[in-house]
Every structure is written in structure tokens, then in C-alpha cells.
């Protein structure tokens, strides 16, 4: 049956990250948050892992805000880094599974290695505090290092850690696996779910893809492109505007949430209702959470 269309007026913010990732809240205080900020519509969108939906379904329906399931993947093309949202997947398709796994389990060694550099050199940091900082259930991350760093009193903030230590070109840095995007985008049509491409043009987070990558995107089954987002300019929102004419793409907006991790506010971007309609008109994989409707 048809899903009646949403509120003409709804606030709907499609990309936020909890503790299950690198935010700072739990999912329940996230969505809690996302009430508060007067929001009717949040995406839960953790790095790599689904692990908070259950918690964010059970907020969701105390809190009257309709939760849509997601997930960030990191992908990377020719060493570019990429992020794909996607939405409404089913978290049980055996191909999308493997690949989260897979990446998840390269995060959490990645990490192992960059704090062993860091220790090595001084740095106020040991594997085991990462790990009780981050909670048995997180996908790994950098921003789990530079907050033991912080809370040791090595650095004021996130940011000042990764300028210093963690981002890509210092020599403290480990890769870990990632899909390509065109493969990613295949898994998440591939689990029913819908791929929106993460802010595209952010170039001031590093090397950015060219146009004719997203194009084969595109073709493999992205449906959108986080266009509204803090990190692209105007000239950028309008390039990635544009873009998502020439290829038929819906455009979305979000806040990128991060809890105290990030000074992104909620709902600071949204999303029309008319695309979210047409995101889950064409999700099958898993249904809406804190969702009576």
C-alpha cells in the first residue's frame, strides 16, 4: 500500500551520525535532539554499521520523529576517499553485510596501527582507551583517537588532532579498505535500499571525484546527491544543482551531525518532502523507523 505523502512542511535533516559511528550522543539522545531542534524527519545514517537503528526506533516512536534507517559507507576510488548514504537498506542482504564487515574490520585495525604510531612518538594515546571510548558496538574511527588525544590533554579539540596527527598527508595516517562507489551504489540497490552520494564537492575535505565518476554512479542506481550541506559553497551547491539535472539525480540536504563532535547543527540543511517521498517510494529493504503511519 502507498505510503501517504509527507507533511508539505515537514523538516526532514537526511545524514546524522550517533555514538554507534563518530557522534557523541547515543542514538536515543540523537533523536531526542532532532525533537528538540523541531525536526519531523531524521536519517540515521552511522559509518559502515546499522548497529543503533533498534535504539533510534525505540526514541523515535517515544519522541513522535520518524527515523530513516541508513548508513554511511566509505568507499574509495583510485585512493580518493568517497561517502555514500544509504537509505531504507535491508541490514541482513549477505552482499552488503560482507562489505560493511569487511570495512569495519580493516577500520578497527587501521586504528590499532595509527595509535601504535602516535604511542611510539609520545602521544597520549593506547588502543585499549580507544576502544572503551568508542563502545563495543562503534564503527572505528580517526575521531575516536583525537578524542582520547583530547581528553588527555593533548589537544583542544577534534579538529586541532586531525590538523595535527590524523588527517590523510601526515605521516601517522593508515588506510583501510574501502569498496569502490560504483560497486557500493550496486549493493545498496542491490539490498532494496536508495544511494545518495555524501557531500560530492566538499573540496575542502581533500581530492574530490570528477563529474564523469558520479555519472557512473548515476548508472549503476544512485538516485541523488547531498547537495545543501555546510561543506560546499554556493558556487558548489549550485555545480552539484546542476549536475543532478544533467543526470536525472534527486537533491537532498542534511546537517552531517556529529553531537559535540562537529559544530554542524541539526536541521542547519534539510530535504524537500517531495524527495523524500521519492527516496522512499523507491526503498524496499528495510522499513521507516519510530514510524505509526
Request: proline letters at 7%.
Amino acid at each position: 500500500m502507498p505510503r501517504p505523502p509527507l507533511d508539505p512542511d515537514a523538516r526532514i535533516d537526511l545524514h546524522t551520525h550517533s555514538d554507534r559511528s563518530d557522534g557523541t550522543e547515543s542514538p536515543a539522545v540523537l533523536v531526542r535532539e532532532a525533537a528538540a531542534a523541531g525536526l519531523d524527519v531524521v536519517a540515521l545514517t552511522d559509518h559502515d554499521g546499522v548497529s543503533g537503528w533498534a535504539e533510534a526506533d525505540r526514541a523515535g516512536r517515544r519522541h513522535k520523529v520518524v527515523v530513516v534507517p541508513g548508513v554511511e559507507i566509505s568507499c574509495s576510488w583510485h585512493g580518493v576517499s568517497v561517502h555514500l548514504l544509504g537509505y531504507l537498506v535491508d541490514p541482513g542482504h549477505p552482499g552488503l553485510t560482507e562489505e560493511l564487515g569487511r570495512t569495519r574490520e580493516s577500520r578497527r585495525t587501521r586504528l590499532r596501527r595509527m595509535v601504535e604510531l602516535l604511542a611510539a612518538e609520545g602521544f597520549p594515546v593506547s588502543y585499549p582507551e580507544v576502544l572503551a571510548l568508542a563502545g563495543d558496538e562503534a564503527s572505528l574511527g580517526r575521531p575516536h583517537i583525537a578524542d582520547v588525544l583530547v581528553g588527555n590533554g593533548r589537544y583542544a579539540s577534534r579538529d586541532e588532532a586531525f590538523a595535527d596527527v590524523l588527517a590523510s598527508g601526515s605521516p601517522f595516517h593508515v588506510g583501510h579498505y574501502a569498496p569502490g562507489p560504483v560497486h557500493a551504489t550496486e549493493l545498496v540497490r542491490a539490498a532494496g535500499g536508495v544511494a545518495v552520494m555524501a557531500h560530492p564537492f566538499a573540496a575542502a575535505r581533500g581530492t574530490l571525484v570528477p563529474d564523469a565518476v558520479i555519472g557512473e554512479m548515476a548508472r549503476a542506481g544512485l538516485l541523488g546527491l547531498e547537495v545543501e550541506h555546510r561543506d560546499h559553497d554556493p558556487e558548489q551547491r549550485a555545480h552539484g544543482r546542476e549536475l543532478a539535472r544533467r543526470l536525472g539525480l534527486l537533491t537532498t540536504g542534511s546537517s552531517d551531525y556529529h553531537g559535540a563532535g562537529k559544530p554542524n547543527r541539526l536541521g542547519e540543511n534539510l530535504t524537500d518532502p517531495e524527495v523524500l517521498d521519492a527516496i522512499l517510494g523507491a526503498g524496499s529493504g528495510h522499513p521507516l523507523l519510530g514510524d505509526s503511519g
